[in-house]
């Protein structure tokens, strides 16, 4: 049977190691819009995308004209579905939501230069985190928090109720963290100044169906040989003290048990 053609093609690496494509995945999957996936691997990545980058989204509304870089992606989806609350409607949580999401697509470059994205595995041992990165970790921890506090309030005086996503209900800024959410897992990174609002919101992405769904995809990847990447899987190979396996694909996450 051949494969029905969407409106939309996400075309970047295979998604249990792009945090960039995997956000457009989460956005695209939570809110059921159709779409066909073309998933390669680093060194495909030119022959799918005429700037040599990805994520890259291709629309029928548009031609041959495709759009690069996954927040403004995601910004061009937004726009595309107004029915579907992509962003926050209340105007200050659009905002702060915006914000976050601009935070987390720019920043944090400690993080992320040493701790790369690989959502089924996990690493052990004498992993060290540097006082660069452990800012980034301790900034992130913050805006879980604040993001929170600030929706609950809000969502109060508007008589609104609250989902339990960073911004009430999930948006564009869940999925621009969703990505960086797996390298507390992979790397058990410290979790000692999460508030309970951050480590609630991480339990409530970690145990919802759709985000459980994505998981399970990311494990099909893994099994299929074609999408490996050995330089993501392996980061640490001259330290015998870390120690690497595969995550048991029916792990959860609870706020007191971490």
Known sequence: MATQEHEYQLIGLHTRYSSWTSRVEAVLEYFQIPYNPNFVKI???KAVSRTGLVPVLESRSLGSTPINDSLAICEFLAESHPEFPLWPRDRLLRALA???AAQMHSGFSALRGTFHTNFVVRYTGNIHVSAEAQKDVEKILVI?????KATKERLAILG???EGFLFGGFSIADAFFWPVLWRFRTYN????TASKDALTWMAKMWNDPVFRGLGDKYFEQANDPDTAMPHYDNIFPEQDDIQRDQFPQDWTFSVSGK
């Open 43 to 45: 060194d495909d990545v």
């Open 98 to 100: 915006r914000s976050a």
């Open 144 to 148: 879980w928090d604040s993001s929170r």
């Open 160 to 162: 609104e109720v609250d």
């Open 189 to 192: 990174l410290p979790l000692d």
